[in-house]
């Protein structure tokens, strides 16, 4: 317990709460952590950007130690994001340079009555220019009979999905270089400069008008009355 005496008691200072399993509040982290590159400030257009691209996969069987395997699936989905990016922006630009964001998102998978209930959560902070975002829980039923998890997500990780390393992401790495499947790097400028081209306005080609010959009054033939 004596590791967790300054953070037991602390005050959540919450930005968004609805209900038990979505909100957002700012936290103190660890030291080992160091200082972190708050506050900041990001568009929404750029956190939907991210978030909108991240996927996970989850082994046919759940095997410790085993390679994901099987489809890939999109971790949020867009009425997720707009409930969350907001929020996200206001903690970034008041966390300071030792608080991170802890956040949780409740989500509905499949149809109803045939569908689960989801939790994904975790903590997010910026270091070195890169965005950190390391998972609690990534896509866990929730449930009478399931046990999410509420360890430190730096130090435990027990689920069984795997987040997927693709262009501007990229996995930690661990002290024996192995990929840390719960937490993910997103490079920053990687990612703006893939937003800033999406929104670049088309050039549009001007057509020249064609070229008329100036319209020639025509004047009526003058005839002689017929004597």
Do not use: M
């Amino acid at each position: 317990l004596l590791g967790f005496k300054f953070t037991l008691f602390e005050k959540r200072k919450y930005l968004w709460k609805e209900g038990e399993y979505n909100y957002l509040y700012l936290e103190s982290v660890p030291k080992k952590l160091g200082t972190l590159e708050h506050p900041q400030e990001l568009s929404l257009e750029l956190l939907r950007e991210i978030l909108l691209a991240i996927e996970y996969q989850r082994p046919w069987v759940n095997i410790p130690f085993t390679k994901p395997k099987g489809k890939q699936y999109q971790l949020f989905l867009p009425e997720e994001i707009e409930k969350l990016i907001p929020h996200l922006v206001e903690g970034f630009k008041q966390a300071n340079s030792s608080q991170w964001l802890n956040f949780s998102v409740r989500c509905q998978r499949g149809k109803l009555f045939i569908g689960a209930e989801r939790i994904t959560d975790g903590v997010a902070f910026i270091k070195e220019g890169k965005l950190n975002l390391v998972f609690r829980n990534i896509a866990e039923k929730l449930g009478v009979d399931e046990n999410l998890n509420t360890s430190n997500p730096l130090k435990y990780y027990p689920g069984s999905a795997y987040l997927v390393e693709k262009e501007g992401f990229s996995l930690k790495r661990n002290k024996r270089s192995k990929p840390i499947s719960n937490w993910l790097v997103v490079d920053l400028k990687w990612w703006e400069k893939k937003l800033a081209s999406s929104q670049k306005p088309e050039e549009k080609i001007k057509e020249k008008p064609e070229e008329t010959a100036p319209s020639q009054e025509v004047k009526p033939e003058q005839t002689k009355p017929v004597k």
